[in-house]
């Protein structure tokens, strides 16, 4: 039981605490390192989506540190203060980054329509999973071996459903990125030799939904041994 509570739960948080300093510490970085067009993230963001011929979204700016988002229903670019109104290259680069969601939805990106699709569905399995499986934990007394049971599965098939969301989110960060990138080069926006900031800042957000992934599998890993576990007990 120890060993699975390691493998499953503190290796993983371990590697969410190592992925957050890394966003922290590469993007605090690179919002030192001014670019040397000096344009700002909106104006970035805004040059990426006209060169896909994107016209039809509204970039605003929003409060909060890397809040940044886009929102493919409302067709909305957010970036957070710092990128909106920044020159450095950690500005440029998240706001290229949201830019290649927008060109992501243009192309009709199969794995982003996939995560649209499951978004709603998530929701609802993120907001029950940990109450269910609370229960299902800590009210065998209570409720009953069998309802403690059912809770456990209840639980097991929500998280599953939050996996496999951020299973499909993986490919769509990178994807995102990728463009970032290539767009950030052949548009003029940085020189190649300013890359490395702007790669420092993307790889190491990218890492927080590979953290986030690593995260909840461990969990759905473990809950399932105590399903099979109790199942074979019966």
């Known amino acids: 039981m120890i060993i699975a509570l390691i493998v499953f739960f503190a290796i993983p948080m371990l590697f969410g605490l190592y992925a957050q300093m890394r966003i922290k510490s590469a993007y605090e970085k690179n919002l030192l390192v001014e670019s040397r067009g000096r344009i700002t993230g909106r104006e970035a963001a805004e040059a990426v989506l006209h060169s896909a011929g994107i016209t039809d979204v509204e970039i605003v700016s929003v409060e909060g540190t890397l809040s940044d988002h886009f929102d493919p229903i409302h067709k909305r670019l957010a970036l957070s203060e710092l990128n909106y109104h920044g020159t450095n290259l950690a500005a440029l680069g998240v706001a290229a980054h949201e830019a290649g969601h927008a060109i992501q939805q243009k192309v009709g990106y199969a794995m982003m329509g996939v995560r649209q699709t499951l978004a709603p569905a998530t929701q609802i399995a993120a907001g029950v999973s940990n109450f269910v499986m609370i229960a299902g934990f800590f009210g065998a007394g ?49 020189d190649r030799d300013e890359m490395k900031g702007v790669n420092e800042t ?33």
């Open 142 to 190: 209570l409720l009953g071996a069998a309802l403690s049971y059912n809770l456990l599965l209840i639980g097991a098939a929500a998280l599953a459903v939050v996996c496999l969301f951020q299973f499909v989110t993986l490919p769509v960060e990178f994807d995102a990125s990728r463009r970032a990138k290539q767009q950030l080069v052949t548009l003029g926006i940085v």
């Open 202 to 234: 993307l790889d190491a957000a990218a890492l927080t939904y590979v953290a986030a992934f690593v995260a909840s599998l461990g969990t759905l890993l473990y809950l399932l041994m105590l399903i099979s576990g109790n199942r074979r007990n019966d």
